[in-house]
């Protein structure tokens, strides 16, 4: 079993920032590859960004160049540093991790295993 908590959320105004942060528990976190989603309202879960246990990133082209994905594997951690934030940015955010696959990046939700509770982000125009 993994447990996964999310913090970092909160209002923003446009062009602003939120370093969101995830910690993992109950397992080896080093090993996991590990993703960020996102739900806005009446919309589906989206992908954000991936990374593997070894730091390779992948984002989605809609957040690419503004968010970066990391981790720190000693605090069991991953982060998501969401720069110049737009109001279609708005929505709830997800971390999620990866144990019944290899080492990859994945950018589908069926692939991640185990989620988070989110934490919401509201970017005001």
């Known amino acids: 079993q993994v447990q996964l908590v999310e913090s970092g959320g909160g209002l923003v105004q446009a062009g602003g920032s939120l370093r969101l942060s995830c910690v993992a528990s109950?397992?080896?976190?080093?090993?996991?590859?590990m993703g960020w989603f996102r739900q806005a309202p009446g919309k589906d879960r989206e992908f954000v960004a991936a990374?593997?246990?070894?730091?390779?990133?992948t984002y989605a082209d809609s957040v690419k160049g503004r968010f970066a994905i990391s981790r720190d594997n000693a605090k069991n951690t991953v982060y998501l540093q969401m720069n110049s934030l737009k109001p279609e940015d708005t929505a709830d955010y997800y971390c999620?991790?990866?144990?019944?696959?290899?080492?990859?990046?994945?950018?589908?939700?069926?692939?991640?295993?185990?989620w988070g509770q989110g934490t919401q982000v509201t970017v005001s125009s």
């Open positions: 990374i593997t246990f070894s730091g390779h990133s």
């Open positions: 109950g397992r080896t976190f080093s090993s996991f590859p």
């Open positions: 999620a991790a990866v144990l019944s696959r290899g080492p990859a990046l994945y950018t589908d939700d069926f692939a991640y295993d185990y």
